[in-house]
């Protein structure tokens, strides 16, 4: 059961991370238009910069960073100061990757949380970016697909820290 867990849970966050990734492919093709757009306003052609290109850019990074949070947990890439793990017994290092892998996964409950109530007050409010006019709801709701694999995948990262504890394999 463990095996099966762990392979959806790491497809998931191996399928967010591919979205990411194509969210910032797209964000960098739709800059390079924009970019050479610009060279064509003074040809005065009917060719330009993409409007709002820097609202939609602000949505996409939003998604993508939160697209990419469940890799990096999965993976154990999060920031850590190992100075003194070489001198701390291996049951305290387990014992304390248990303890931050329940702490990110409070973190990142808690942040989900927030996000889908800012994106309710976002959506009932009407709010939308000053250039393209896009609704600053649909930004939240980008980053809330990630933050819900974050959550998920921090979940099963304190399964797998606390197996690690009680002798099993990860």
């Known amino acids: 059961m463990y095996q099966s867990l ?47 290109i820097y609202d939609i850019t602000e949505i996409g990074m939003a998604a993508a960073i939160f697209a990419f949070l469940p890799w990096a947990q999965l993976k154990e890439a999060h920031a850590r100061v190992d100075l003194f793990q070489w001198a701390i017994p291996n049951g305290m290092n387990g014992a304390l990757d248990l303890l931050f892998n329940l702490a990110m996964t409070l973190v990142a409950a808690i942040g989900t949380w927030r996000l889908y109530l800012g994106m309710l007050d976002k959506q009932s409010y009407g709010e939308t970016t000053l250039i393209a006019q896009i609704p600053v709801w649909i930004g939240y709701a980008g980053g809330l697909i990630g933050a819900v694999g974050f959550v998920i995948v921090a979940a099963f990262c304190v399964l797998r820290s606390g197996r690690r504890l009680m002798g099993y394999p990860a």
Do not use: D, Y
């Open 6 to 52: 762990q392979s959806a849970v790491e497809k998931l966050a191996r399928w967010l991370a591919w979205a990411g990734g194509a969210v910032l492919l797209f964000l960098t093709l739709l800059t390079c238009i924009s970019i050479a757009g610009r060279a064509f306003v003074s040809l005065n052609i009917g060719l330009g910069p993409i409007r709002g």
